[in-house]
């Protein structure tokens, strides 16, 4: 122990240091002092403590776990937490704006950084969040890039012939609106004729819940989703999207089968959601009310008039709007 000896408790010491013994715990209270709490190590704890189940799902602990470790901690991680301040933020702010789109870079910040810094305000660290007078440049929502109709169609009609053990979820993403890890989520006992259960959600593999409370809801099939939900009906218990026996990964669903039918079919990939995009887009362009479309794809009125309504409708009023909110 580098030579330094210490007593063990209710031992006097004496000068030759004659019946001292090593001790750890002693030592590295008695001759170390303190090392200084690093943004990083606060950050990882802050993540072990409060972003992990069950206070958030698997999937936003993994996540927020990633941004971490790739965009803040090789940023922001080696330096004591009373030196991030609002010139090192705005450091970081420029550096990743010059990699990353802007609202990737606001995201980052808001859900990695932010309440890190806002817990260590609470744990007497820092007297005052630095975030608070971080300047952002004006984000406006990027405009929604959906297939259309005729790709739809084509996508379907590969997933029917090539891969069919698919066919009903992206239908059900394309057609309903569904996110990609709802779909993967649903049992055929959760169908009913025309009318689709969403009580839980496959993320990675992982039977977790909805994305929000709002996200459990019943929703009735149109008729050709209903042609497609019948023609592939299986047994009550069993899942209704299996690869190899096994829950597929939405990411593989998303990424590598919707690429292959893509790239097959001649159609630009924009990854599974924009299926989900398309659903949300026909409605709205067939004048679908605001609070109707917010309720039927499980998400808020303010997320459907900001991403889509101000693009392919007409805005509403706010306060219209808020009455909905709680209506729809």
């Known amino acids: 122990m580098g030579g330094r000896r210490v007593a063990r408790v209710g031992q006097e010491s004496v000068p030759d240091g004659t019946g001292f013994t090593p001790d750890p715990m002693q030592q590295l209270t008695l001759f170390d002092a303190p090392k200084p ?24 602990s993994k996540v927020r776990l990633g941004v971490l470790r790739a965009q803040v901690l090789p940023a922001l991680g080696h330096l004591r937490i009373e030196d991030v301040t609002v010139a090192e933020l705005e450091r970081v702010q420029r550096d990743m704006m010059q990699r990353m789109k802007p609202a990737s870079v606001s995201h980052t910040f808001r859900s990695a950084i932010g309440p890190v810094l806002k817990q260590a305000v609470l744990d007497g660290l820092i007297p005052a969040h630095p975030m608070r007078s971080l300047r952002w440049p004006r984000i406006d929502p990027a405009k929604p890039d959906p297939y259309t109709d005729a790709e739809v169609d084509l996508l ?90 096994r829950l597929v990964r939405t990411q593989a669903l998303g990424c590598y089968w919707m690429r292959r039918a893509c790239q097959d079919v001649g159609v630009r990939h924009r990854g599974l959601y924009a299926g989900r995009r398309h659903a949300i887009s026909a409605a709205i362009s067939d004048g679908a009310e605001i609070g109707h479309v917010a309720a039927y794809c499980g998400t808020s009125i303010t997320r459907i008039e900001r991403h889509y309504y101000r693009y392919l409708g007409a805005l509403s009023d706010p306060r219209e709007a808020a009455k909905r909110k709680h209506t729809a």
Request: hydrophobic letters at 40%.
């Open 37 to 60: 709490a690093t943004f990083g190590r606060y950050a990882l704890k802050w993540h072990a403590r409060y972003c992990s189940p069950p206070w958030v799902t698997a999937y936003t």
């Open 156 to 245: 379907l009609e590969w997933f029917r012939r090539h891969a069919p053990q698919f066919e009903v979820a992206v239908a059900l993403v394309m057609l309903a609106g569904l996110r990609p890890s709802e779909a993967c989520g649903l049992k055929w006992g959760d169908i009913n004729k025309n009318t689709v259960l969403i009580e839980r959600a496959v993320v990675d593999g992982q039977v977790t819940t909805t994305k929000t409370k709002r996200s459990i809801r019943k929703i009735s099939v149109s008729k050709r989703l209903g042609a497609i939900l019948r023609r592939r009906r299986g047994q009550a218990d069993e899942w209704v999207c299996l690869h190899r026996g």
